[in-house]
């Protein structure tokens, strides 16, 4: 990458830090995962109790790694030989807990989080119940406007989704949504926040690097 195309990236990321501070959310831009992983370990307390969302983006960056090493009450989904009644026990602790980490399937030069989910668990932890809502963002989240952030979903985050959770799904075939009506359609619930109602309550690293899907 030339440092024209460099420079830009960072314009970009600037307007989204500053779009998702007016939107009521806290917003930091690092330019790795491991200056991600020291923000992040700054700002959850020792003793607090954190559950995460589900992401390969978290994977990536080493974030569920340092999650199992800091002095914390951590809610781990992906701790081995968890029962589907354990896991869905993990899921509803998740609107009690005092940090939720998770990913964004995208946000728009305008700060605004989309995001869409099969049961629907990570997009209402976003929206209501942890005192904390951290995500750790890829610059190659960033889009344009929500119907953009629709695109991406559709043509990246879905089709990548399914391939990687081994789902037998049109899109998995044809590269992109084909809006299908199975069973293991994962993507049933579309939510977009343009504004977070509790000052900060949101909290968004930006991470100048590329990081899930």
Known sequence: MDKHTEELQRVQLEKVQKS????????????NAKE???????????????????????????????????????????QEGLSREE??????????????????????????????????NRVSAITFGPSNVILVVGKNKIVKDIEEAKTRVEMI????????????NPCTVIGQCANCQLDTRICCTYVTHKRQNVKNRIKVILVNEDYGY
């Open 20 to 31: 998702l501070i007016q939107n009521n959310m806290e917003a930091y831009i690092v330019e």
């Open 36 to 78: 991600a992983k020291q923000l992040l370990s700054s700002l959850i307390l020792d003793g607090s109790s954190v559950s995460v969302g589900g992401s390969q983006t978290l994977f990536e960056t080493g974030v569920i790694d340092l999650l199992r090493t800091l002095e914390i009450d951590f809610q781990d989904r992906y």
């Open 87 to 120: 896991m869905l026990q993990i899921y509803r602790q998740v609107f009690l807990c005092d940090y939720y980490i998770c990913s964004s399937n995208a946000i728009t030069l305008n700060g605004e989080l989309y995001n869409v989910d099969g049961m629907g």
């Open 157 to 168: 985050a879905a089709p990548a989704n399914c391939i990687r959770l081994h789902k037998d």
